[in-house]
């Protein structure tokens, strides 16, 4: 239905090509809005932007010759609409890789590369004047974001074991690592990655603790009994 309206618009192609890059924007945009409301990397502006560039590219490809405004059009013969377009899907590695970031031992932004690497699909696919798929890629979009973030949340809370990430600030001694340790092994708490940094300057380490907890285990407690070992200047919960 939207293809027949947009088809039949009175006016140019290039009015028409405008109608796409305004929807575009619009799709990309709503996309945008939900990330932006969590406060990611990657938000409102970025999503119209890359999903309007891409509608751009897609036209560009399909009726970036001489003569395209002419009627009846008539396209070039050896014509690749797809080549420059393609390069879209490569190139958007590059900013989505922008998106992740690495903060000790734990990866944010995945989700938010990955939003933007379907807006750019769906900004191609808007460019293509396939308006009902783009429309249908961004419901099923926004219903990935948002309601099935619910439910991820909903299915980890139904094992018996909560991941937990430590910073840990301490004087550099010998035995400060070996403490802290052996508190985690009393208290059955399992180490799945431990990183150790040295601030020479100030002589201390910084212990970054990739932990498994038991879900009753009280944050709290833990927190206050490993501020009570000798030498731990610092303690930062960063899950």
Not at 116 to 143: E, F, K, N, P
Not at 216 to 233: A, Y
Request: aromatic share 8%.
């Amino acid at each position: 239905m939207l293809e027949y309206l947009v088809a039949h618009l009175p006016g140019s192609l290039e009015v028409n090509m405008v109608i796409r890059l305004l929807i575009a924007a619009f799709l990309g945009g709503i996309i945008g809005l939900e990330r932006g409301s969590g406060d990611r990397p990657a938000g409102l502006r970025t999503h119209i932007l890359v999903c309007a560039g891409s509608t751009l590219i897609m036209l560009v490809s399909l009726y970036g010759f001489d003569g395209f405004d002419s009627l009846p059009l008539e396209y070039p013969r050896n014509r690749d609409s797809a080549r420059i377009a393609a390069q879209v899907v490569s190139g958007i590695g590059f900013l989505g890789a922008g998106t992740i970031m690495h903060e000790g031992i734990t990866v944010k932004g995945l989700t938010t590369a990955a939003s933007l690497w379907i807006v750019s699909a769906i900004g191609l696919t808007v460019g293509a004047g396939l308006y009902l798929l783009s429309v249908m890629a961004t419901i099923i979009t926004l219903i990935t974001l948002v309601t099935f973030h619910t439910w991820e949340k909903r299915f980890a809370l139904n094992g018996h074991t909560d991941r937990l990430y430590l910073r840990v600030t301490a004087l550099n001694r010998p035995d400060v690592i070996t403490l802290i340790t052996s508190y985690f092994a009393a208290n059955l708490i399992k180490i799945n990655n431990l990183n150790v940094r040295n601030n020479n300057m100030k002589k201390q380490v910084v212990l970054e603790c990739y932990l498994t907890v038991d879900k009753n285990l009280s944050v709290h407690k833990l927190m206050n009994d490993l501020r009570k070992i000798e030498g731990i200047v610092y303690l930062e919960n960063i899950s």
